[in-house]
């Protein structure tokens, strides 16, 4: 998926000229720390993702130099670093995913785009919905958020995830047949159908 400001061309370029300016690193931050935020506020929820974003973006620049610099986008490799750090708090997920089902989303706040996007899919996130993502195998529900709440191709979700493509088509067939089960025999099936579970 293309950055939004239209300069994930550079990302590789940026990467190389930190090798020598560190510096230069900072482009990354300013350019994808606003999806890295929203992809792990969306996981773990608002209360730890100030300190997780920051560790994505210091586990980034501390491994820069193994970067490939074939990927001039650096998105799926910051969603891959961001959802290994995930692995390490996925008790919280869980724990979110609990918390959304028992008290649902809040209201979204008027005049800030990013936080009414995040509102309006936590929305579509309650009841037998937030149950179903929970009992997911870690690796179907990293493969089924990426491509669902994060856009990412098959190929990026492949990248971030260093697995094969076949595999991220495999776990993404597993977790919606999972999630259509549950819901099915919650009548919730239009809810995944339109949100979480889209060809």
Do not use: K
Not at 8 to 30: C, G
Not at 36 to 54: E, N, Q
Not at 117 to 134: C, E, K, Y
Request: glycine share 6%; net charge negative; charged share 25%.
């Amino acid at each position: 998926m293309p950055d939004p400001h239209g300069d994930t061309a550079d990302d590789a370029a940026a990467i190389e000229m930190s090798w020598a300016e560190p510096p230069q690193f900072a482009v990354l931050f300013e350019r994808h720390a606003p999806h890295i935020y929203r992809y792990i506020a969306r996981r773990v929820g608002h209360s730890a993702v100030d300190d997780l974003v920051a560790e994505v973006f210091v586990a980034a620049f501390a491994s820069r130099h193994r970067y490939d610099l074939a990927y001039r986008d650096a998105r799926p490799w910051l969603y891959g670093i961001a959802t290994n750090i995930i692995g390490s708090h996925r008790r919280d997920e869980l724990r979110q995913f609990r918390i959304i089902q028992a008290v649902g989303p809040q209201a979204p706040s008027p005049g800030h785009a990013d936080q009414v996007a995040s509102d309006v899919a936590a929305r579509s996130i309650s009841g037998h919905l937030a149950t179903a993502l929970a009992g997911l195998a870690d690796g179907d529900r990293d493969v089924l958020v990426l491509i669902a709440w994060e856009e990412l191709t098959y190929e990026e979700v492949a990248r971030a995830l260093g697995i094969p493509v076949g595999t991220v088509r495999s776990r993404l067939y597993r977790a919606r047949s999972q999630l259509r089960l549950v819901l099915d025999e919650s009548s919730a099936a239009p809810t995944i159908e339109e949100v979480m579970i889209h060809e």
